[in-house]
């Protein structure tokens, strides 16, 4: 996720460098040596050791479980948190008794947690990443609600031609996208400014394909 080339007299003496200036543990890094350097002869010939450092995901989990557990802290309540990566999304899963005031109400405290998340680790980063935040199998039975919502939406698209729905989260609007694409008459887009943005689901009729491409670009968004 985040590279950084050091140049010292030795390959032992950058790492050590290395782990004073950065919070990282063992096997959180991968060292490539370019340059293994040579102190030369009576120091002619020396040549600099050239090394090229990477902080893997191990390391970005660990922040980010750690950064987790302090708002929970605060909180005052008992909790776990698992946290898996896969490439640039980080995925952490939380759990407690007292679950359901991080996740607030329609998820408002959930989504502003993950917002949070993802602005501290894109700050760790060189690289943009993603973390998604799960609490109480929240994401789950939210997709569940939203199955029913769209199914009822649809038919009101059918009926009235349009329908807008309540602003959404974006990985809410994204699901919704998904859900839409299996009827083939109907098309979907986002509108809005966050926090307010919100998904159209509309009725295809002939002569439409023109603001359908229109709209393509906001489709998952």
């Known amino acids: ?21 950065h919070d990282v543990l063992e096997g959180e890094y991968e060292v490539n040596v370019i340059d293994k350097g040579t102190p030369g002869i009576f120091g002619l010939f020396a040549r600099d050791a050239v090394v090229e450092i990477t902080i ?6 660990r922040k980010l479980k750690e950064f987790l557990e302090e708002i929970f802290k605060r909180f005052g309540a008992d909790y776990y948190i698992e946290i898996a990566s896969r490439g640039k999304t980080f995925i952490a899963t939380c759990h407690s008794e007292e679950i359901g005031k991080l ?8 989504g502003a947690l993950q917002h949070l998340a993802n602005i501290y680790l894109n700050r760790l980063t060189d690289t943009k990443v993603t973390v998604v ?6 994401r789950e039975k939210r997709r569940e609600q939203l199955v029913k919502i769209v199914e009822a939406a649809v038919e009101r698209a059918r009926k009235f031609g349009k329908v807008k729905l309540d602003p959404m989260f974006a990985f809410e609007r994204k699901i919704v996208h998904e859900l839409a694409k299996k009827h083939k008459d109907i098309h ?5 400014l966050e926090p307010y943005r919100y998904v159209v689901i509309e009725a295809r009729r002939r002569g439409r394909n023109n603001e359908d491409r229109k709209h393509f670009r906001n489709a998952t968004t």
């Not at 390959?11 to 200036?21: A, P």
């Not at 979907?188 to 809005?192: H, L």
């Open 1 to 21: 996720m985040k590279t950084i080339n050091y140049v010292g007299k030795s390959v032992d003496e950058i790492i050590e460098q290395f782990k004073s200036e």
């Open 56 to 61: 893997t995901n191990r390391y970005y989990e």
């Open 103 to 110: 996740i607030g109400k329609h998820g408002k405290g959930l």
């Open 133 to 138: 935040i799960d609490a109480g199998n929240y």
């Open 188 to 192: 979907t887009y986002s509108e809005g």
